[in-house]
């Protein structure tokens, strides 16, 4: 069992930045899938950042070249920096290990 706990959402003016954090309860540097999800009202959840070979990330075109995804295997951690936020960006984001999924943290971004 693996416990992963978000934080770092909050609301933010476009244009502006966000760092992300998602803490896992146990080492996950093995573990396929990880990467960072997120869901809008009234939408499916999305995929926003996938690791696919070590440190490297791949990204939908929607937030790629805005958003970045690392991780700290040392800290069992995994970051989501996200700049040029817009408010399509709005949305609960959830980081995933495995089967393993946090609670999410709340991102807003206003016009």
């Known amino acids: 069992q693996v416990q992963l706990v978000e934080s770092g959402g909050g609301l933010v003016q476009a244009g502006g930045s966000l760092r992300l954090s998602c803490a896992a309860s146990?080492?996950?540097?093995?573990?396929?899938?990880m990467g960072w999800y997120r869901q809008a009202p009234g939408k499916q959840r999305e995929l926003v950042a996938v690791?696919?070979?070590?440190?490297?990330?791949s990204y939908p075109d929607s937030v790629k070249g805005r958003f970045s995804a690392t991780r700290d295997d040392s800290k069992n951690t995994m970051y989501l920096q996200m700049n040029s936020l817009k408010s399509e960006d709005t949305a609960v984001y959830y980081c995933?290990?495995?089967?393993?999924w946090g609670q999410g943290t709340q991102v807003t971004v206003s016009s």
């Open positions: 690791f696919i070979i070590g440190d490297s990330a």
């Open positions: 146990t080492s996950i540097f093995s573990i396929n899938p």
């Open positions: 995933r290990a495995g089967p393993w």
